[in-house]
């Protein structure tokens, strides 16, 4: 039984790391002069949206997503309405959480806010995917020994893992090295997803060679 999780999982991942390459790569084919740098704020939502769509399809495909207690037009309208306010909330307050950290507060704010759309996809949009628009749940998963399955797992490895890259890609913003990808918020959306990239590596890794001391299928 955890072979077949951890397979599933790592195909999963490998799915939606894929996606950040081709979303890298398509639009060089289609868009002059597109680069990661000059054109960085076509990258990153090219990034953003096809692992929104991606992210949701796999998840979905998968029945990771937490069932539905009603099967009503209505009950699933306020469920997606709910996850679209919750994403929107989660974009608010990682800009409020990068302005505070440093972040021009009006001078370059669409950048600002891009790159906490781009940390939405990548940590926000996974708990409505794997945990739905729950926050009970979210609070439960992201506290000490609050994981239920391996997904809820990957979930925190993940989150953890995207949020350290995007801090760890402001240190070189200050450095007078002179260098295109020190402009605001550059070095910080590609640490968030080299971390994002590393914790889809790293979650089924981790899972395999902890699979003997995890017990939370118990709980």
């Given amino acids: 039984m ?3 999780e951890i397979r599933g999982m790592a195909s999963a991942h490998a799915i939606i790391a894929s996606t950040i390459f081709m979303a890298t790569v398509i639009p060089a084919v ?10 960085h704020m076509v990258w990153l939502y090219c990034v953003a949206g096809s692992v929104a769509v991606v992210n949701t399809a796999v998840f979905w495909l998968l029945g990771i997503s937490p069932p539905t207690k009603k099967n009503t037009l209505s009950y699933k309208i306020n469920r997606l309405s709910r996850s679209c306010l919750y994403f929107l909330l989660s974009c608010l307050f990682f800009h409020t959480v990068v302005v505070m950290y440093g972040a021009p507060l009006l001078e370059s704010a669409l950048e600002t806010f891009s790159l906490a759309v781009l940390l939405s996809t990548l940590t926000t949009l996974r708990c409505l995917c794997i ?3 729950n926050v009970q749940a979210w609070i439960r998963v992201f506290s000490r020994d609050g994981a239920m399955s391996v ?4 979930l925190q490895i993940t989150t953890g893992c995207s949020v350290i890259g995007a801090w760890l890609g402001a240190f070189p913003i200050p450095l007078d090295w002179d260098r295109p ?6 070095s910080c959306t590609l640490g968030a997803t080299t971390g994002f990239l590393t914790g889809l590596v790293a979650a089924p890794v981790w899972i395999h060679w902890h699979r003997k001391q995890l017990t939370y299928k118990l709980k």
Avoid: A, K, M
């Avoid at 289609?30 to 054109?39: A, I, P, R």
């Avoid at 990808?181 to 550059?186: L, S, T």
């Fill in 2 to 4: 955890w072979d077949v």
């Fill in 30 to 39: 289609f868009l002059e002069n597109f680069s990661v740098y000059g054109t």
């Fill in 131 to 133: 945990l739905g628009p």
């Fill in 151 to 154: 997904w809820d797992t990957s």
């Fill in 181 to 186: 990808w020190q402009v605001w918020p550059i």
